[in-house]
């Protein structure tokens, strides 16, 4: 196992526990419940992850699916969700807070002063108390919004870092990060804009359906089908039109079907019903509406032009009387067909047409 691949399996992998960890605390700290403590234990499932992939895998990543993605969503979502739910009951002024750093920073200076003969391992005790205590009065509504936005950048930097397997190549990665970019703001912007409305904020039921909905769409982050054609074998069962339309164009459709069914589609659903059924309008919520409804158009009329470009290119070939056989055969079939023909070549190195072998005796 290469030195930087464990690196960087285990690095991402403490990244996401520590981050969830924080999530807990936070949950703990604001319902003022020691049990809260027990999500913690939804990271011994990424710890069981890791394990699982450094012996089988070599710390390399999987085909088309990432365990540790979809085990970090496991371990942060439900904090989020509970800190989403008691969002609003600590008072945010910048004064108290202000007030409050002060006399921990006057606590601090007084007990560094009074054990200076203690030694430095009580300097540092009580340093990480203090700096604790601060981040105590930061009020609840930043430490969400905080979590929420590093969530969806360490889920960027997580997948940038973890080693990619045989299946996807650099290129492919690239692209997918990109993607993953703005697909995160998209997320980031319709969480917080329809969450921070004060009428969303005093029905329950509206909270849960937004945080659904927003849940629902983090389910693209583990899979990369958007980078990745699926693959096919030229069998007769191939053969048959749709098999042909998803082997050829797998990820730009998988691309417009995760715009459709878990972000634009779904955003567009839930800000049509704040704005039609509870008459709840701004000018974001309006921009955002409108903006979803043209991508959910701009996809649907590259559907049509994916449909009706493959149906006249079969319809091409048929007329030609060529067989239509699949563009992207897997990776075994092209090695298998690669080495025949080296096979061929080889052959035809080592033995020379008979014509040119027999002319020599013909002089003599």
């Given at each position: 196992m290469e030195l930087m691949v464990l690196l960087n399996a285990l690095v991402t992998r403490l990244l996401f526990v520590l981050h969830s960890l924080i999530g807990v605390w936070r949950v703990t700290a604001v319902k003022k419940e020691p049990k809260y403590w027990l999500l913690a234990l939804l990271n011994l499932l990424l710890c069981l992850e890791t394990g699982l992939t450094l012996k089988f895998k070599?710390?390399?990543g999987y085909k088309w699916f990432s365990p540790a993605i979809f085990l970090y969503l496991i371990c942060i979502v439900p904090s989020l969700w509970l800190l989403e739910i008691h969002h609003g009951t600590q008072y945010c002024g910048n004064e108290p807070g202000a007030v409050q750093v002060n006399i921990s920073n006057q606590d601090f200076n007084q007990s560094r002063d009074n054990s200076g003969s203690e030694g430095t391992d009580h300097h540092i005790i009580q340093t990480a108390k203090v700096f604790v205590n601060q981040l105590s009065t930061?009020?609840?509504?930043v430490w969400t919004l905080a979590l929420h936005q590093t969530f969806l950048l360490l889920l960027v930097v997580g997948r940038w870092l973890l080693p990619i397997g045989v299946e996807i190549t650099r290129?492919?990665?690239?692209?997918?990060?990109l993607m993953f970019v703005g697909t995160a703001a998209d997320i980031l912007e319709f969480a917080s804009e329809t969450l921070d409305i004060e009428d969303v904020r005093k029905n329950y039921t509206l909270i849960n359906a937004i945080l659904a909905v927003w849940t629902w769409s983090m389910l693209q982050f583990p899979l990369d089908l958007a980078v990745q054609h699926i693959g096919c074998k030229p069998s007769t069962?191939?053969?048959r039109i749709p098999s042909l339309l998803l082997c050829r164009y797998s990820a730009e459709l998988w691309n417009i079907g995760v715009s459709l069914f878990i972000q634009d589609g779904p955003f567009f659903i839930v800000?049509?019903?704040?704005m039609g059924h509870f008459r709840i309008f701004n000018q974001m919520l309006v921009f955002f509406t409108a903006k979803n409804i043209l991508v959910v158009t701009l996809q649907l009329y590259r559907l049509a032009v994916i449909t009706l470009d493959f149906r006249a290119t079969v319809l091409q070939k048929s007329r030609k009387g060529e067989v239509c056989c699949c563009p992207c055969e897997p990776y075994e079939a092209r090695a298998h067909a690669t080495g025949h023909q080296e096979n061929e070549m080889k052959e035809l190195v080592a033995f020379p047409p008979k014509e040119e072998s027999q002319a020599p005796s013909e002089d003599h």
């Open positions: 070599q710390g390399r930061i009020c609840e509504t290129d492919q990665l690239s692209q997918l990060l069962s191939a053969r800000r049509s019903i704040l």
